[in-house]
């Protein structure tokens, strides 16, 4: 049975959900790009850092710019992006996260965030959580994207806790894939249909408690 040290979090679709909001700004830019931008196309995009989203875009749209125009496209995208989540409330924390989180913190278990995103600071101080994490490892801090595992490493040495006594949750496959890569457990937030790497799946946090979580770590986590 696995000694649980830490919690490490993925930001968005696991205690917020932004991914409308970027999925809005990354349409206003495929629309002035003339680029055909689906809901589905932006599934392709959950875990992934801003340029490497950038890129799977213009791949979509068969588009060759060069790394100037690049640039300029992603200080576009994060300027929209930034307009809609400066107004994000408290209201807009996913059920379950906030008990979750203390319950956690109740029994010493240290939590951090590890998310691709550089407006995770932001968002954390928007909805008023920021104080809650013990570590935030980030775009800020950070510079490979997922599946690389150096997020949720750098999140591991922020706390002090080894790999293997850390649990991540996630709610994309570039995410889970890094969690594994650096030697942690893992459970999936979303789709069993598409989380299938995951050592454990639920649909939100709201299914979580902490007696449920140590009943994991006996019976299916690393």
Same mark, same amino acid.
């Given at each position: 049975? /696995? ?23 990354? &349409? ?58 400066? &107004? /994000? ?64 490493? &750098?999140?591991?040495? /922020? ?64």
């Amino acid at each position: 049975m /696995m000694q649980i040290g830490a919690c490490i979090f993925d930001l968005d679709g696991v205690i917020v959900d932004t991914a409308r909001y970027h999925f809005l700004a990354w &349409k206003r830019l495929t629309d002035q790009l003339g680029i055909h931008f689906t809901i589905e196309d932006n599934e392709r995009l959950k875990g992934v850092s801003r340029m490497a989203s950038l890129e799977i875009i213009l791949e979509i749209g068969n588009r060759k710019p060069d790394e100037r125009q690049k640039h300029e496209y992603a200080v576009l995208k994060n300027n929209w992006y930034t307009d809609y989540i400066r &107004k /994000m409330t408290p209201d807009e924390i996913l059920p379950g996260s906030l008990g979750f989180i203390k319950e956690l913190r109740n029994a010493n278990i240290r939590v951090a965030i590890g998310s691709a995103s550089k407006n995770t600071p932001m968002i954390l101080e928007r909805v008023g959580i920021l104080e809650l994490f013990d570590a935030v490892a980030d775009g800020n801090n950070v510079s490979k994207a997922k599946p690389d595992p150096e997020v949720f490493t &750098k999140a591991a040495n /922020m706390v002090g806790v080894k790999p293997g006594n850390c649990v991540v949750f996630e709610d994309a496959v570039a995410g889970i894939q890094a969690a594994l890569n650096a030697g942690m457990s893992c459970i999936g937030v979303g789709s069993p249909k598409v989380l299938t790497e995951a050592h454990f799946v639920v649909s939100g946090l709201n299914e979580l408690t902490l007696s449920k979580l140590i009943s994991l770590a006996k019976d299916i986590l690393l």
